[in-house]
């Protein structure tokens, strides 16, 4: 038929481009997000994924994080069997959930456990962004109550590594109900004056932050690491309003008063044990230790 | 006023054959008697299939309803000697949640909700119902004047969600809704949730953490508002009822879910078809709850507030895939 013939005809010959030319072979060398400069992996790894040219933090997933962070890298984890159910039968989750869980390794979003920082020891829990866009469902909520719980009964400070797009939607009313669960578990830890040090991570928005992200006693957030309630695409599409370049990083909420601290990654363990070492006299670190 | 309602336009239109029948009738001098009362026999048969198969998208549209009642509504019906109280002492009043002292029934209370406004103007300075942080501040301070003076709290929830703009998310509208979280969960006072109309996200969840949450039987709740929620999902916010739908946002669901411990119904065809039923309904409610809440001891209340939200959510272990837990 006459479409036929004009469908076949191509409009544009495909010329390999820049990019095609340079291939790196996979894991050899990783390329900067932000700034494009290429690194060797290695080195990346040694610089805390942290890039050596325009300082953009890599996002990290749990795992890599929480190694990073603790004493000789070692977590003993908590619930690490606990899965993701269907509870609203919400077309295409199910699909979803094992797409996410074959392409990253992980069972969920968040990592929970106890390790040592600096020899103190330390409740804690370290979100994935690359597993579902970090969103909280009831395993997020539920992981994070108990790990807060642990603290509880365990006089131990609680560190929470967030990074989250958002709710999970597929689990509607009970992923905002989460937000609850974990905000009810921090005010029994707070009765109990226990210290929480929330560390906000690029990109972190929706419940996450309102809720226990935004509830530390310490709030800290690496640089450059965006998070607020609503991001900023919404808003622009919503209401039309400009919003300055750097709004929602963590510098613009440093300013607007959100925050105690920017730290840059390669000092985080330093400053998490800082503040570990102030509370550890009287305060629950001394009872844990 | 029923026009906006599509699912009512057959009603509609046989009432206007009624109507147009009987002016023949008169007119004309014939007795069309036996015929009128054939067709309002058909009427009432029609309305009860109608109101009692209302689709997801019907409750949607009636929860959204112009004129139904809002939180100052409710306030003027059910509570006695109402003092409304502004401003969150920071920085400023925000309109879109309202609150203050009263009585219900010979008890004082203290009464906090999302408001939604009554034509475009006062729903411009309401804000269409969307707070600011300093909305859920205010809100926070007269719960917390409540615990002060041992004031059980009643709050109505009618909000499509947080205000999505760059100044309330320079005044920290997520710490705000988290701040409300952590301290709703502590107060030494019953609290109970009416669900009056919309319930979304965040922004009604920070007026919504409570020992009872109850929803009125078109009341939706959600994590999003269905269009946000569609725009997500689908990358396309047009699709909103089929993902109203399959976020399952009605009473109904919501109790099932382990969320809502009750229904209040409405009266038929929506709430805006008879606020003082409506408002009597809600009074009802809100004593019987209240009553069993006056019961507990502080830490009793506490205690089974918190048993409330620690059992929401299900999930299971990888060893027993299957069962849920």
Redesign the interface.
């Known amino acids: 038929m006459l479409k036929d013939i004009f469908q076949k005809k191509r409009r544009y010959a495909t010329i390999p481009s820049e990019k095609t030319k340079r291939e790196i072979p996979d894991g050899l060398m990783t390329k900067c997000a932000k700034c494009g400069t290429i690194q060797y992996s290695k080195e990346l790894e040694k610089q805390f994924k942290v890039c050596p040219a325009c300082g953009y933090h890599a996002r990290l997933n749990a795992l890599e994080r929480l190694e990073m962070m603790l004493d000789n890298g070692r977590l003993f984890e908590y619930d690490s ?5 269907d ?2 039968q ?2 295409g989750y199910a699909e979803k959930l094992e797409k996410h869980s074959e392409k990253t390794g992980f ?1 969920d979003a968040v990592i929970t456990g106890e390790g040592t920082i600096n020899g103190y020891p330390v409740v804690v829990v370290a979100m994935s962004f690359d597993f579902f866009g970090g969103s909280m469902g ?2 997020v ?2 992981k994070v ?1 108990r790990a807060i719980e642990t603290a509880i009964q365990k006089h131990y400070p609680l560190i929470i590594f967030s990074t989250s797009g ?4 597929e ?11 974990t ?6 830890f ?2 109990q004056r226990g210290l929480y040090i929330s560390v906000i991570t690029d990109p972190t928005f ?2 996450v ?7 530390g006693d310490y709030i800290l957030a690496e640089p450059g690491a965006a ?4 991001g900023r695409r ?2 622009e599409q ?2 039309r ?1 400009k ?1 300055p370049d750097n ?2 990083t963590a510098e613009f909420n440093l300013q ?3 925050l105690d601290k920017v730290v840059h990654r390669k000092d985080m363990r330093q400053v998490l044990a800082a503040i570990l070492e102030l509370h550890s006299r009287g305060g629950v670190t001394q009872r844990g230790g | 006023m029923a026009g906006e309602l599509s699912f009512e336009k057959p009603l509609e239109e046989l009432r206007a054959k009624i109507d147009e029948l009987k002016r023949f009738g008169t007119e004309k001098g014939i007795d069309f008697t036996e015929e009128i009362a054939r067709l309002e026999d058909r009427y009432v048969k029609l309305a009860e299939e109608i109101y009692t198969n209302l689709s997801v998208p019907d409750k949607l549209l009636i929860a959204r309803h112009a004129q139904r009642p809002t939180t100052m509504d409710y306030i003027h019906a059910i509570i006695d000697d109402f003092i409304e109280l502004h401003g969150d002492r920071l920085y400023g009043d925000d309109l879109a949640i309202v609150g203050g002292i009263g009585k219900l029934d010979g008890v004082p209370v203290t009464v906090v909700g999302h408001q939604k406004g009554k034509d475009t103007k006062d729903n411009i300075a309401r804000n269409f119902g969307m707070p600011h942080p300093e909305g859920f501040r205010k809100g926070l301070r007269l719960m917390k004047q409540a615990e002060k003076f041992r004031r059980p709290i009643l709050t109505f929830i009618d909000t499509p969600g ?1 205000f ?3 100044a ?8 705000a ?3 409300n ?3 709703m ?2 107060f030494r006072v019953p609290i109970i949730c009416v669900i009056i109309g919309e319930g979304g ?2 922004g009604a ?2 007026l ?2 409570g020992n009872r949450i109850l929803m009125l039987e078109n009341a939706v ?4 508002s269905p269009e ?2 569609a725009s ?2 689908y990358k396309d916010a047009k699709q909103s009822l089929k ?1 109203a739908e ?4 009605t009473a109904d ?2 109790v099932e ?1 382990g ?1 809502a411990d009750g229904i209040i119904a409405e009266p038929r065809g929506g709430a805006h078809r008879d606020l003082q039923q409506q408002a009597a309904y809600i009074k009802d409610a809100l004593l019987i709850h209240l009553g069993e809440l006056l019961k507990l001891s502080e830490q009793e209340l506490l205690d089974d ?2 048993n409330k ?2 059992a ?8 027993q ?1 299957g069962e ?1 837990h």
């Not at chain 1, 932050?209 to 509830?215: E, H, I, K, Q, V």
């Not at chain 2, 709740?221 to 999003?224: A, E, F, I, K, L």
């Not at chain 2, 399959?246 to 946002?249: L, V």
């Open positions: 069997d606990m899965v993701s159910v509870p609203l919400f077309p069972r009831s395993v909520g539920e109550t958002g709710a999970r939607m689990e509607s009313i009970l992923s905002l109900m989460q937000m609850a669960k905000s009810a578990a921090l005010a029994r707070n009765e929706g419940g932050p309102a809720s226990f992200a935004m509830l998070f607020g309630f609503t919404v808003i919503t209401i309003q919003l709004f929602q607007h008063g959100q | 947080a999505p703009g760059g309330a998310e320079e005044r920290g509208q997520a710490e809704i988290a701040r979280l952590i301290e969960a502590n996200s965040g969840l920070a919504g953490v709740y959600s994590v999003s946000a929620a997500i999902l993902a399959a976020m399952k946002i669901h919501i879910l969320v507030r918190y939200y620690r929401i959510g299900q999930y299971t272990f990888i060893q895939l849920v």
